[in-house]
């Protein structure tokens, strides 16, 4: 039998009427709205002694254990260990707390010292949490012994409970066990269907994902959003947009977080008319351009080659985070402005905000399109120095690489890979060994594809730029047997792929073969 909650509790109009008679309670209730705040009452309650009551310590607790920035856990927790004996409030509000905070282990922590010292038993609102507080800390194994508990104790029936469970089963890879709790769920509750739609997307399982939604009784505005979202982050670029327009026709309203989505969506398919469809309904409808949405309408336009457009809203826009500049720098980088990037990453280095990692990739990708091997060097100098705190990572090494491979200055190539702290990955060993081609240095291209296949034997760039060099050179025996290496093996070098947008709709193209059904009517205008 599942425990009953105790008769003696207080009524709601026994609470109000106690807190109405209690000015600092009152205060708590109706103005405080921070912690600075909390603290100035909480002090008073403690000069008067009306701390010792239940009710006004669970009052303190309950604001000190939001989520940040309003609460503050660690205070929260220093509240509850002077609670004596604390009530079932008390014990499911700080485990709450726990369960959404940076430390979510001492959620789990405080659930079991609740079952083996206190004298108050759990019930259905504790165990969502710390279903929660398994999820994030990645336990779904132990969170999957507590499941056990609550079938015993006949608690199964409960929304938030199964809901809390199913989370925890799909968040982490447990499908067999979540899809089982998802069948047996005779209630067509659309939290845990958008629970199945968000972890299967998160799991690459997109396809599995997106028939869930198809056949969903009912959809809410998070259905919308996880399933655009999961698109998205599966590189379903198309298929966002798709449903994007569909969710249009439902009048279903975007989330900020779905509008970042299909920005970058754009971005990627170079759909710049419906980028800009979707930058105007951001204005439209004054949702808040913040840094994540700055950067996302940046990152959107130069990826689809209208940096002017992203520099009007770099310079409009006031909240400009280091993103945003690092978005900027990359962008006129890539899109033939070079000289602007660098003139933007020194701009960038007398404001308040420090460069990081991602800021150098930028400048050097600048310096690299533009043949400023000298100056790259000195920016990858200023991150061997340290000077900002930033180690220097593997795609640093791949942009000097290639800045010194395409200028012909093999040697220093070579030498910079010798160095690394890391293993080279593909990327840099297939830069060196387009650079050998490039300059005619068979050995140290020879060098290069040897340690490109041992990382990936079905790459097929390593075979093809191989056979080319020696054929280039005149080694026709040596291309041939690189070609029937190809065949033997069964590799196949990978088709080139472009897009096309006609009338607001973006159709993709293979080499030698066509992906789109309108093929022949797309053909014949171009």
Known sequence: MPPSVCSSNPSSTSISKFISEQPYLHM????????????????????????????????????SAKSPPIGDINYANLVFTQIENPNLFSWNT????FSESSTPQYAIHL????LNTSQVEPFLLTYPSVFKAYARRGLAKDGAQLHGRIIKLGLGFDTFIRNALLHMYVSRGFLVEARKLFDEDEAEDVVSWNSMIMGLAKLGEIDYS?????????????SWNSMISGFVRNGKWTEALNLFSTMQKEKIKPSEFTLVSLLNACGHLGALEQGNWIYNYVKRNNVELNVIVVTAIIDMYCKCANVEMAWQVFERVPNKGLSSWNSMILGLATNGFEDEAIKLFARLQCTNLKPDSVSFIGVLTACNHSGLVDKAKDYFQLLMDKEYGIEPSIKHYGCMVDILGRAG???????????????????????????????????LARWSAEHLLE?????????????????????????????ISMKEKHIEKEQGCSSVQVNGEVHEFASGRKLDSEFNDIHYIL
């Open 210 to 222: 997106w028939r869930l939604f198809s056949k969903m009784p009912t959809r809410n505005d998070i």
């Open 111 to 114: 659930f079991i010292e609740m």
């Open 455 to 483: 990382l990936d034997p079905n790459e097929s760039s390593g075979y093809v730029l191989m056979a080319n060099m020696y054929a280039a050179s005149g080694q026709f025996e040596e291309a041939m047997d690189e070609r």
């Open 409 to 443: 200055q093999l040697e220093e190539a070579e030498e910079i890979i010798t160095s690394m702290k890391m293993e080279p990955d593909a990327v840099i060993w297939g830069s060196l060994l387009s650079a050998c081609r490039s300059h005619g240095n068979i050995a």
């Open 94 to 97: 700080i485990i709450r707390g």
């Open 28 to 63: 708590l209730e109706t103005k405080c709205r921070t912690m600075t705040d909390l603290k100035k009452i909480h002090t008073h309650l403690i000069k008067s002694g009306v701390i010792k009551d239940k009710i006004a310590a669970s009052r303190v607790l309950a604001f």
